[in-house]
């Protein structure tokens, strides 16, 4: 007897623990952010606000490249301004802001700002990992 309880007990627990598993996919696949894909998702943000000024050969005194996914992720003079999986501190998401750390607030000189889908679409590729994908 005791031993079927224990049995049934391991089955209940081992069913809990599906039902808990399921239960996050669900709400990751929910959210989108992993299907955000960089080359067709963000980088024509990239191209059309941030380029030319940051391609490798304008000599941008940022020193900060976005030509393609590996200038970017290497960063200029402030380093890396991707943190995968961290959009906040992100140099890149603090330098679109009202309130960046330092010089100007990006995209410079342009008619106008990210909006708040550019800039949703930037921050949830790097939170699903900012991957080249
Ligand atoms: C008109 C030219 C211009 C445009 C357009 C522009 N930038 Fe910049 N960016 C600069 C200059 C110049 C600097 C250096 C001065 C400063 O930091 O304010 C800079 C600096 C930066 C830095 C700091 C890099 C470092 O390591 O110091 C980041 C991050 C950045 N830009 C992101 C962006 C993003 C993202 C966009 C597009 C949404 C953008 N910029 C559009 C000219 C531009």
Same mark, same amino acid.
């Given at each position: 007897?005791?031993?079927? !309880?224990?049995?049934?007990?391991?089955?209940?627990?081992?069913? !809990?623990? !599906?039902?808990?598993?399921?239960?996050?996919? =669900?709400?990751? &696949?929910?959210?989108?952010?992993?299907?955000? &894909?960089?080359?067709? /998702?963000?980088?024509?943000?990239?191209? +059309?606000?941030?380029? *030319?000024?940051?391609?490798? #050969?304008?000599?941008?005194? &940022?020193?900060?490249?976005? /030509?393609?996914? #590996?200038?970017?992720?290497?960063?200029?003079? $402030?380093?890396? *301004?991707? #943190? *995968?999986?961290?959009? %906040?501190?992100?140099?890149?998401?603090?330098?679109?802001?009202? $309130?960046?750390?330092?010089? %100007? @607030?990006? *995209?410079? @000189?342009? /008619? @106008?700002?990210? $909006?708040? %889908? #550019?800039?949703?679409?930037?921050? $949830?590729?790097? +939170? =699903?990992?900012?991957? /080249?994908?």
């Amino acid at each position: 007897m005791k031993t079927i !309880l224990g049995v049934c007990l391991s089955i209940v627990l081992f069913a !809990l623990s !599906l039902l808990n598993t399921s239960d996050t996919t =669900a709400l990751d &696949s929910g959210s989108d952010k992993d299907s955000l &894909s960089f080359k067709y /998702d963000v980088f024509p943000i990239i191209e +059309e606000h941030c380029l *030319p000024c940051h391609l490798e #050969e304008e000599r941008n005194m &940022s020193r900060l490249f976005m /030509d393609n996914y #590996e200038m970017l992720m290497e960063g200029g003079f $402030n380093g890396p *301004p991707i #943190e *995968p999986g961290d959009p %906040e501190e992100s140099l890149l998401i603090q330098k679109v802001g009202p $309130n960046p750390p330092f010089g %100007e @607030r990006m *995209p410079m @000189r342009s /008619d @106008r700002y990210l $909006n708040d %889908e #550019e800039l949703t679409t930037i921050k $949830n590729w790097i +939170e =699903a990992g900012a991957e /080249d994908n």
